[in-house]
Structure formats: C-alpha cells, structure tokens
C-alpha cells in the first residue's frame, strides 16, 4: 500500500492541512536547499517553499544548528516566567521594525490574526469589522470566509457596497456572521460605505492579496486605508503572514510606508519552523496585560514562544540583516530574472499571459493585465489552463502547488541556474498544454 493510500485509511482526507489535498498527490519524503525529493526518490525544483515560510531554503544549516544548540543545552519549555530567548527575539524584531512597538508570540498564522480581531474590539469596544474578497486571514470562524469563491455565491462588482459571507467550511455559528462586511480591495469607497452602518472595530487585509496569487495596491490605496482608519476610528490590522520579512524585514508596510496599527507575521519570520508573532502599537498591544480582566483580551498558549522555533526565528533574523541585506539583493535578482523569463515565455508564443512579481514571490495570470481584486481575476483569468500548466511542471521536475493562481515563492537557496531551468520547462509546458 502506498504512502497515500495509507494516509487515507488513518487521516481524514489523507492530510492534516486540506489545502494540501492535491492532484498530483505527491508524499514528499526530503528536502534541501532548493529541492523537494518525493517517496520514489524522484527530485524536484521547488517554487511552492510550503506555503511560502522557506524563504532562506529548506533545511537551511545556520537556523537548523540554532535549533539543536537549543535542545543540545537541555533549554525546555518552562512554561513559568520570561524566557531570554523570547526577550531577544522581541528586542530584534521591536528594533527593526518602527510600527512594531511591542511584541507576542504565538504559534500560527490563524492565532495572531484572531487575536488581533479580539484586540482590536477590546480597544474600540466595537465589533464589526472589515475583510477583503479574496484576502485568507486565518481558520477562525470569523475570518475563514470568501477567498474562492463564483459570481453565482457573491455576486457581481458592487461599489460601494459589500458581499455575501461565504465560509469556508461548515461548523461555523452563522449569528456571528452579522459582523463580518466584506468587501473588495483597492476599493476605498466601500470601506466607508460599511463604517456608516456599522461600528467596526477594525479592518484586516494582507497590504499585498498572496493567497489568490499576487494583486497589489493600487496608488494611495493603503494610505487611503490609513487615513480611513484615522477619521473613522477602526483599527487597521496589516496580515503580514505571508509578505511579512519575504520583502523587507519591515514587511511590505515598511516597502510602501503606509504604518498599521497591529500587524501580524509568520512563515517566512522562523524559515519554517512553527511560530507568529502580533506586533504594533504599544497602547493596543499593552491591553494583553492590562489590570482590568474586563479590558483584557485572553492570550495563551502553552507553545506560545517555544524556545526552538524562537531560536529559528533570531538565527533566519540574524541571516536577514546580515552583509547589508545581501540575501534580500539575491532574492530580487532571483525574481527579476524569473519576471522577465515568463514574460518571454508568453510574448513568444503570443499567449496572453502576465505575470505580477514582488520581490521574491511571483505568480501568472492568462490575462491581459493584472488583476486588481478577485472580482478581476475571476472573471479574465482561465483557471483550468493555470493548473494544466502547474501539473505539467510538476511532471517536467519543476513545482508549482497545482492550485489555481497560487503564489510561487524563490528561496534563497535558488541560483539563476534554477530560475533559467524553470522559464525553459515553463515555456515548454505552455506549448504542451496549448
């Protein structure tokens, strides 16, 4: 019996995470660098990174040595008191970034992300508030709504104006859907339009949408959001999980200048070791100690801050900031070159394609522009011939999670070797697929 069927017989749906449910359905068995290599021993150049967090390259020495000199040195999860590696980790990462004031630590995506929600209302002792179409932030009831979705369940653009909630999946109290608006992003009207009628006590976006590959800001969108944010009093929540230290160490808000009031980071922070930070201002964030326990939303979490993954996040820090920021260079020539060879690929066989690229991440679209929302995208991209051309790759030794529109992500642990070998099974695949 192979791996997968033996998954199936004792895992629900053969994995732990569903978005790992794919076809092909490949149990990679080990990773280095910049390659995967599966049960059969086959190998592959690796642009998934697993979601994104391995932005250093899998297994990457330094951070994997930071991990065991931790357990080496008999260092626990006390579960008592501070913790002096915590305390560097929030010296660093309070240091380096001006909108992070203060610090906590937690062990996913979706926990910082619900956390700030639960801030957010105990500060503004609102709780409504605001999500992106398309946008993921996290499995909590509340936000796990509307990232895929078809015109038929949310209907066509409106602006101003908001969408149909649309979970995730099922379990979900439906009640408290009455204060979840959303709405589409670089949409600025609509963001008014909810705060006229409803007391929202934040609005949470990613500053640049990674989840249904890459749409951007468009010119004065985030600081229209923080003006907005200003003048109507919600706090402004930047989900960092995915941009967060892929782009700079101040995550995109430090690229586009734009300072949110909470923000939250994980993947990329640890290099894939399981950890999150919430950071932001000081005023909010003292509000998880305050004397009140009426005022005081509840953090906590026995693996919140464990010594290996705090280690494996100062050492990916400490590697970051290291020679003057050399690996954020390397990762941008990386892209520039994998942007330019995709775009090729396209222009020579006069296949309407393009491709959108920040930093190291990138992702194509079989339009003519790039998507400003999900509402664009849905309807000019062509999702079957997207995962066609995934599959292909995949089959070529190149991968590419074969999901529609999914962020491709380059390691540092990628040489222009790699991205070249990618641009010519790229181009290759398209000719296959047509």
């Not at 900031?321 to 941008?332: F, M, N, P, Q, T």
């Not at 000019?380 to 529609?404: C, K, M, Q, T």
Request: net charge negative.
């Amino acid at each position: 019996m192979n791996i997968h069927k033996r998954s199936l017989q004792y895992i629900p749906g053969g994995v732990s995470s569903l978005n790992r449910q794919v076809s092909p359905s490949l149990a990679f068995s080990k990773a280095e660098g910049a390659y995967l290599w599966d049960s059969e021993q086959n190998r592959y150049l690796d642009f998934h990174a697993a979601f994104a967090p391995h932005l250093l390259g899998h297994n990457e020495s330094q951070v994997n040595n930071a991990v065991t000199s931790v357990i080496a040195n008999r260092s626990s999860l006390y579960g008592s008191g501070p913790n002096e590696l915590e305390i560097a980790l929030a010296e660093s990462v309070c240091g380096d970034i001006k909108h992070v004031e203060k610090v906590t630590m937690l062990n996913t995506g979706s926990e910082a992300t619900a956390l700030a929600i639960k801030l957010s209302r105990a500060a503004t002792g609102r709780k409504h508030f605001i999500v992106m179409q398309g946008g993921y932030n996290g499995n909590s009831d509340e936000l796990a709504c509307n990232v895929f979705n078809t015109i038929a369940e949310i209907g066509e653009r409106v602006s101003p104006g908001e969408y149909p909630i649309r979970p995730l999946g099922a379990g979900t109290v439906i009640s408290e859907q009455r204060y979840v608006h959303v709405i589409n992003y670089n949409d600025l009207e609509s963001v008014r339009y909810v705060c006229k009628r409803y007391p929202v006590a934040a609005l949470i976006t990613e500053p640049v949408l990674q989840n249904i590959g890459i749409v951007g800001p468009e010119e004065g969108y985030l600081s229209g959001l923080r003006e907005l944010a200003d003048e109507l009093g919600f706090v402004l929540i930047f989900d960092e999980v995915k941009t967060g230290f892929r782009h700079a160490l101040g995550g995109y808000a430090e690229l586009c200048g734009v300072k949110p009031d909470l923000v939250t980071y994980g993947k990329a922070v640890a290099n894939g070791y399981p950890i999150s930070l919430l950071g932001g201002k000081a005023e909010l964030m003292d509000l998880l100690a305050d004397d009140d326990p009426s005022k005081r939303p509840l953090v906590a979490g026995t693996y919140n801050g464990h010594p290996a993954a705090v280690a494996a996040a100062i050492a990916t820090l400490e590697i970051l900031k290291s020679r003057g920021g050399e690996v954020y260079a390397h990762l941008d020539t990386l892209g520039r070159a994998a942007e330019a060879g995709l775009r090729q690929a396209f222009e020579s066989r006069n296949i309407v394609g393009t491709v959108v690229r920040l930093g190291s991440a990138f992702s194509f679209y079989f339009m003519d522009h790039a998507p400003r929302d999900f509402h664009d995208m849905l309807t000019n991209h062509d999702f079957e011939r997207d995962v066609a051309v995934r599959r292909a790759l995949i089959s070529a030794g190149i991968y590419f999670i074969p999901i529609a529109t999914k962020q491709c992500s380059i390691s540092a642990s990628h040489t222009l070797d790699d991205i070249q070998l990618m641009v010519e099974q790229f181009g290759k695949c398209l000719d296959a697929v047509g």
